[in-house]
């Protein structure tokens, strides 16, 4: 054999190597990937990047961002815990698969991306929060996203307050999370290093969803922001940074509403903003180690090389942004979400800029598995992005992010498309709530909303958005579904009915004015 045909010979038997590795191998490859996704609840996505490397210490997702790819703009679905998993675990848009609120989600029987994998040969295993199906959380919790649209203003949220715990030592503040992944990182040593089939992990963190406040009661939601000095130590006291606020006469309705529903609309020192920032940037920091506690297993385990690993959150949290702290808002904080993904035939340090969402998370599992996907998927594939040598899709992907909201804390059904350098944010029927327009370039604060100065964009992106979900029909559709619920619910409690809405969370408010709320409950039951 030539010199020239052994170089030849070489060189094709290293590219073969390197083309079964690629994401953009042929699906009758033999190489199929492992994969563990690690998602965490109400972790802000912009401290996967700058400037969240100046406020925190996360060395796994700074590992992960280093390794493989950063999404800079990928967006939740729906900020709010079960809605969005929902889309992340069906692959469709929440008004699709109608999964309004927290309360009113997927069908038990639903068919999941996780399951298509077991149907076709991998090891599967999910640990932690699902939180996708219906039925779940407190009776708050839907009561208050059935009556939002009631034109009375109820605190619904205890006021966000810190916790300090323990002492600088104090690593496992989460003990309920650092269980679940230290089932986790056994089931790695233990199981899969040990299978002869492909695996999937899925391990759902709580962190760092604000802790519940014990003293408000068992319905009470999160607005204790707890941690111990030794997380604090990782946050960058002196970057924290206090954000503005925008003057109440300012605010759009429906931001006012939110603000005053999660008990923030009193007054807060510029030291109690500071701290609560601080305690939620101590708690991401302690959810990265969970997320490190991972990464070491699969390394220890030698099967680093051949999975590929995924972090991402259901949404934000604002933590006192816009004078607000929770989700449930399209504000970045709230909606911006972290992707990151490495793993064999990624490239090492992608920052990508293309916007994307939770459903394409579906569709871009199955591809690397080499498994065809349902053709009623809202998500595509994320594969041609993170391997430029990966086949180009038959259809270009969208280049717009689609995100609503039908639950608590918000008295309208929020729509928001991000393309580009805008967000477009439409509301109810369109008509009677006004827009909002942000231009991120420019305003990455989201303090100015430019929709009467750029009637031509809002005009381009409503068109646009129409074109993808009819929110006005779909609006009038949660409408009818909340009231409903809310009637056939009171219905069926009888004379208890009046004990339980005693017990809710927002019960002060409701007992300072029971005959004006129930004679707007009664109104708007008959709209």
Known sequence: MSTEMKVFCTAFFIFAQLHVLAFGFNHTAKFRPNFVMVMSDAFDGRLTFDPGSTLVQLPYTKYL???????????????????????????????????????????????????????????????????????GHSVSNRVEAWTRDV?????????????????????????????????????????AASLRQPFALYLGLNLPHPYRTDSLGPTAGGSTFRTSPYWLKKVSHQNVSVPKWLHFSEMHPVDYYSTYTKNCSGNFTEQEVKDIRAYYYAM???????????????????????????????????????????????????SH???????????????????????????????????????????HSLVPLLSRSAVPPAEPRPDWVLSEYHGC?????????????????????????????????????ELHNVAAQ??????????????????????????????????????SLGDSYASIIAGLRWHLDWQRHPDLYEKAIDEWLKA
């Open 65 to 135: 961002r280093e390794q493989g790819a950063v999404f800079l703009n990928s967006y939740t679905n729906s900020p709010i815990c079960c809605p969005s998993r929902a889309a992340m675990w069906s692959g469709r848009f929440v008004h699709l698969t109608q999964s309004w609120n927290n309360y009113k989600c997927l069908e038990g029987n639903a068919t999941t991306w996780m399951d298509v994998l077991q149907e076709n040969g991998y090891h599967t295993r999910s640990l932690g929060k699902l939180d996708f199906t219906s039925g």
């Open 151 to 191: 034109p009375f203003l109820l605190r619904q949220e205890g006021r966000p307050v810190t916790d300090l715990t323990g002492n600088a030592s104090t690593e496992r503040v989460m003990t309920k999370d650092w269980k679940t992944t230290d089932i986790a990182v056994q089931w790695i040593r233990q199981t």
């Open 284 to 334: 991401c920091a302690e959810t990265d180690a969970m997320l490190g506690a991972v990464v070491e297993a699969l390394r220890d385990s030698g099967l680093l090389s051949s999975t590929v690993l995924l972090f991402t959150s259901d949404h934000g949290d604002l933590a006192m942004e816009h004078r607000q702290f929770y989700k449930m808002s399209m504000f970045e904080g709230s």
């Open 337 to 379: 979400v972290p992707l990151l993904v490495a793993g064999p035939g990624v490239k090492a340090g992608l920052r990508l800029h293309e916007p994307v969402s939770l459903v394409d998370i579906y569709p871009t599992m199955l591809d690397l598995a080499g498994v065809s996907a349902p053709g009623d998927l809202s998500g």
């Open 409 to 445: 804390n918000a008295n309208a059904s929020t729509y928001m498309l991000r393309q580009g350098k805008w967000k477009y944010m439409a509301y109810a029927d369109g008509l009677s709530v006004p827009p909002q327009l942000f231009d991120l370039s420019s305003d990455k604060d």
């Open 454 to 491: 750029f009637p031509a964009v809002c005009q381009h992106l409503d068109k646009l958005l129409r074109s993808v979900v009819d929110y006005p029909i779909v609006s009038k559709e949660v409408q009818r579904y909340n009231r409903q619920q809310f009637s056939s619910w009171r219905q």
